[in-house]
T-cell receptor, first 115, second 114 residues
Framework: AQSVAQPEDQVNVAEGNPLTVKCTYSVSGNPYLFWYVQYPNRGLQFLLKYITGDNLVKGSYGFEAEFNKSQTSFHLKKPSALVSDSALYFCAVRDIRDGNNRLAFGKGNQVVVIP | DSGVTQTPKHLITATGQRVTLRCSPRSGDLSVYWYQQSLDQGLQFLIQYYNGEERAKGNILERFSAQQFPDLHSELNLSSLELGDSALYFC?????????????FGPGTRLTVL
């Protein structure tokens, strides 16, 4: 089955510093990878996705992600973190069982941006 | 705002009861997905409907059922509720059912079973 792993529980970063949230994947076939963010008491907001093509994917709110096939990783990055980026971040992969479009999520990473 | 709406926002009920969660997809989206988010299980896929038909089933209990209506809104029915069913239930929608489609999530329904 397709799966993703987010190895860290929490990422602490100072405001203005680069932010990286790690994700590794395990898939059979081509990976379709997604990042979502969840703010407190809110739903998941789509940030970006990798389907094919350029390994550097640009998304919403200044976020980008780098797809690395050899390392089976899809790390989320932001050059300069804001306090408002403090939230729960989820990596997800399309699970191709039954040929349908379910998402398999990682456990999530809590990001804390320190002023 | 994703354009996906869910009602109610909060639901508090007792064990053994039955509840219905409602979801309206984004305009033009044909697929609806239900996910459950709990502290111990994380985010888990429950079920998918596409244009009124069930497409995929995940870790959905037999006590749970869903349907998608002709106007494309969907309802998730949870019956014989147990304490462990307390969770945040999300609905998501996408244009079709291709792997490249982005799923857009609603704000969720927080279910508390007492």
């Amino acid at each position: 089955a397709q799966s993703v792993a987010q190895p860290e529980d929490q990422v602490n970063v100072a405001e203005g510093n680069p932010l990286t949230v790690k994700c590794t994947y395990s898939v059979s076939g081509n990976p379709y990878l997604f990042w979502y963010v969840q703010y407190p008491n809110r739903g998941l907001q789509f940030l970006l996705k990798y389907i094919t093509g350029d390994n550097l994917v640009k998304g919403s709110y200044g976020f980008e992600a780098e797809f690395n096939k050899s390392q089976t990783s899809f790390h989320l990055k932001k050059p300069s973190a804001l306090v408002s980026d403090s939230a729960l971040y989820f990596c997800a992969v399309r699970d191709i069982r039954d040929g349908n479009n379910r998402l398999a999520f990682g456990k999530g990473n809590q990001v804390v941006v320190i002023p | 705002d994703s354009g996906v709406t869910q009602t109610p926002k909060h639901l508090i009920t007792a064990t053994g009861q039955r509840v219905t969660l409602r979801c309206s997809p984004r305009s033009g989206d044909l697929s609806v997905y239900w996910y459950q988010q709990s502290l111990d299980q994380g985010l888990q896929f429950l079920i998918q409907y596409y244009n009124g038909e069930e497409r995929a089933k995940g870790n959905i209990l037999e006590r749970f059922s869903a349907q998608q209506f002709p106007d494309l809104h969907s309802e998730l029915n949870l019956s014989s509720l147990e304490l462990g069913d307390s969770a945040l239930y999300f609905c998501a929608s996408s244009v079709a059912s291709f792997g490249t489609d982005t799923q857009y999530f609603g704000p969720g329904t927080r279910l508390t079973v007492l």
